[in-house]
């Protein structure tokens, strides 16, 4: 993704861990620029970490795995608000391995028709499509083929 692509990113962490174990999640060597912050959520706690300005590190109580706990959010302002989800509560795009579709998770059906934007890791796009979660598919899931 580029640079302006990050303003207000909000990006599913995967963490696998076993129970009783530490981890740590750090950035190191990147050159961000000065106004954009990075912070790891935490769903579970409901804590957001600066990691410009420590490493975040835990002990896991039980194992993980999935990617609906842990998320990598970029800020363009250092201020966040309780809540503060970027505008879509828990919103998650995965892929399962043999589907030949994008899901899309947890976006609500108020929101209307949204347009959206698959790129690929070197940030070209992929795919566009405009989706309305209200008629798409039911239960705030969207399937992106």
Do not use: C, H, W
Request: net charge negative; charged share 20%.
């Amino acid at each position: 993704m580029g640079i302006d692509a990050l303003q207000n990113a909000r990006v599913p962490l995967e963490i696998k861990q076993n129970a009783g174990q530490a981890f740590r999640v750090s950035i190191a060597d990147m050159e961000l620029p000065e106004d954009i912050y990075v912070y790891l959520e935490d769903t579970l706690n409901g804590t957001f970490t600066s990691l410009k300005d420590q490493d975040f590190e835990l002990v896991a109580q039980s194992d993980l795995s999935g990617a609906e706990r842990f998320f990598i959010v970029f800020k363009d302002n250092s201020v966040l608000s309780s809540g503060d989800t970027l505008g879509i509560s828990a919103l998650n795009v995965y892929k399962v391995n043999k589907d030949n579709f994008v899901t899309i998770a947890g976006i609500s059906p108020d929101l209307g028709q949204i347009d959206v934007t698959l790129y690929n890791i070197l940030g070209m796009t992929v795919r566009e499509k405009a989706l309305n979660p209200a008629t798409d598919q039911p239960r705030g899931y969207l399937q992106m083929a």
